[in-house]
């Protein structure tokens, strides 16, 4: 981010740090970002700084998420947790229309589109890629979805750059992290040490530039020392991260592994529970349903989240299509890094790692594509369950 003008990049103090909140309020927006709730780190709307989850961490592995004191007062220093962004956008549950009886007909009204602004403070570099996905998804096509359409014309990105990697954390692999390369309005990066305890931001569109201009002169220019701590703090998290996925070819392994043994044997593991769907930023897959009033003058069409997971999700004349729990996860992973490539060019993975963490038996999607690389041993030498 060094190339960016002095001009859009101030450093806050610690002490200072306050005015940016009032500098989101001033320029119109509600703050969403990290609090703590229930012993996880989760995304809700803030009113002060002293919302923040100051002075926590998350500890995470397959199967596993405790939140620790870190020892020090940092603002951002944990990693992500069970909710992604997405939930801002396209929320778990939307009525999308309504219709009411009108004589021998019916009336129906799309849902209204407004709502408030969002400053989304906290974006992790993995969570601006799914937001791409999410993006391509939502309104990549020849038909866009209009309540996901319109909040994210209303939304501020404020990325926040990891100043560490997460027990599951692989966006280094996938190229998408820890570093900020863009998509974000602001770039903000914690300093804690050498020096005092301060904020480097960054503004990389207009928008972000319009907040640093609301500061009014508050905090300072970066200087040398700043910008380049402020890498070595990304390089840093970049070096910690012990998790990988290789992205190169897999598309084309999943293509020729559908019937490897190491399938059978993940699905045994699998409770079908629907946590790494519900979790995962870009999984977008959703049903719908219709709520009559009792009169039966009125009908509501909404939609929510649903799951490949999900027995039902595939249910075609009665029946489901995706019988058994080896079809449901084959499904979901040969789509998640394979055939999403067809539909969006793109991967439907962005190594965030929330499904390992998430996933009660501690499935792991990294471990699963290094078993599919290796050649299936001959028949009836597989460890079966
Ligand atoms: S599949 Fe897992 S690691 Fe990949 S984006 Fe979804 S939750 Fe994150
Ligand atoms: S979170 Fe784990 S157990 Fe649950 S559906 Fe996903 S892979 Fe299966």
């Known amino acids: 981010m060094s190339e960016l003008e002095p001009a859009s990049s101030r450093v806050l103090s610690r002490e200072e740090f306050p005015q940016l909140f009032e500098a989101l309020g001033e320029s119109g927006y509600e703050i969403v970002g990290p609090t703590v709730r229930d012993?996880?780190?989760?995304?809700?709307?803030?009113?002060?700084?002293?919302?923040?989850?100051?002075?926590?961490?998350?500890?995470?592995?397959a199967g596993r998420y405790r939140l620790e004191p870190r020892g020090d007062r940092a603002l951002f220093g944990y990693n992500v947790g069970p909710f992604t962004w997405?939930?801002?956008?396209?929320?778990?549950?939307?009525?999308?229309?309504?219709?009411?009886?009108?004589?021998?007909?019916?009336?129906?009204?799309?849902?209204?589109?407004?709502?408030?602004?969002l400053?989304?403070?906290?974006?992790?570099?993995?969570?601006?890629?799914?937001?791409a996905v999410t993006d391509k998804v939502f309104t990549g096509g020849p038909v866009s979805d209009p309540g996901y359409r319109a909040r994210r014309a209303r939304i501020l990105r404020i990325a926040v750059q990891c100043g560490q990697a997460g027990g599951t954390c692989f966006c280094v692999s996938m190229g998408t992290g820890p570093a900020v390369r863009g998509g974000a309005d602001l770039v903000l990066t914690e300093l804690l040490a050498p020096g005092p305890h301060r904020?480097?931001?960054?503004?990389?569109t207009e928008a972000g530039a319009d907040v640093l201009r609301c500061l009014r002169g508050a905090g300072r220019a970066p200087s040398p020392d700043d910008l380049g701590q402020a890498e070595a703090t990304v390089a840093r998290a970049a070096g910690s991260m012990?998790?990988?996925?290789?992205?190169?070819?897999?598309?084309?392994?999943?293509?020729?592994?559908?019937?490897?043994p190491r399938w059978e044997i993940v699905a045994a593991r699998c409770?079908?529970?629907?946590?790494?769907?519900?979790?995962?930023?870009?999984?977008?897959?959703?049903?719908?349903?219709?709520?009559?009033?009792?009169?039966?003058?009125?009908?509501?069409?909404?939609?929510?989240w649903d799951s490949c997971f999900n027995l039902g999700f595939t249910e075609l004349h009665g029946a489901p299509v995706r019988k058994s729990g080896l079809s449901r996860y084959r499904q979901w992973l040969t789509h998640k890094l394979g055939?999403?490539?067809?539909?969006?060019?793109?991967?439907?993975?962005?190594?965030?790692?929330?499904?390992?963490?998430?996933?009660?038996?501690?499935?792991?999607?990294?471990e699963e594509i290094a078993v599919l690389r290796t050649p299936a041993p001959p028949a009836g030498k597989e460890g079966k369950p």
């Open 39 to 61: 012993g996880a780190i989760v995304y809700d709307r803030l009113r002060s700084v002293d919302d923040l989850p100051i002075g926590w961490t998350d500890r995470q592995e």
């Open 86 to 117: 997405k939930k801002f956008l396209f929320p778990a549950r939307e009525r999308l229309w309504t219709a009411t009886r009108d004589g021998v007909s019916f009336r129906v009204e799309p849902e209204p589109t407004e709502g408030p602004r």
């Open 119 to 131: 400053a989304l403070l906290g974006m992790r570099a993995c969570e601006l890629a799914g937001l």
């Open 199 to 204: 904020f480097l931001l960054q503004a990389s």
């Open 242 to 260: 012990h998790r990988s996925l290789d992205p190169g070819g897999v598309p084309e392994l999943l293509r020729e592994t559908l019937e490897h």
């Open 271 to 304: 409770l079908s529970c629907t946590n790494c769907t519900m979790v995962c930023p870009t999984c977008f897959c959703s049903t719908h349903e219709e709520v009559p009033d009792l009169e039966g003058t009125k009908v509501e069409r909404w939609r929510r």
């Open 339 to 366: 055939t999403w490539h067809d539909q969006f060019g793109m991967s439907g993975c962005i190594g965030c790692g929330r499904c390992i963490t998430w996933c009660p038996v501690g499935i792991d999607l990294t």
